[in-house]
């Protein structure tokens, strides 16, 4: 899979984090509520897929995408 250069890289302190996590952490959602909201709407999609579960665990190298704006765990 080629990396998109587009993407802005997200660095995480462990080996995992969860999509709301990441949603707050990368300034994608303004707190937990709103990252539940994006979430449940379907607006957040995890590696090219939407994703409705905030619980989500995530790893480096995976993708997420919010209103265009697109995000890699790094």
Do not use: C, F, W
Request: proline residues 1%; charged residues 35%; hydrophobic residues 40%.
């Amino acid at each position: 899979m080629a990396e998109d250069p587009g993407a802005r890289d997200v660095a995480i302190a462990d080996d995992t984090i969860r999509l709301g996590q990441l949603l707050k952490l990368a300034g994608m959602a303004e707190s937990g509520g709103h990252a539940r909201e994006l979430v449940q709407e379907g607006a957040a999609s995890v590696n090219g897929e939407v994703e409705r579960r905030r619980g989500r665990q995530l790893r480096r190298g995976d993708t997420v995408i919010v209103d265009g704006e697109e995000v890699r765990v790094a």
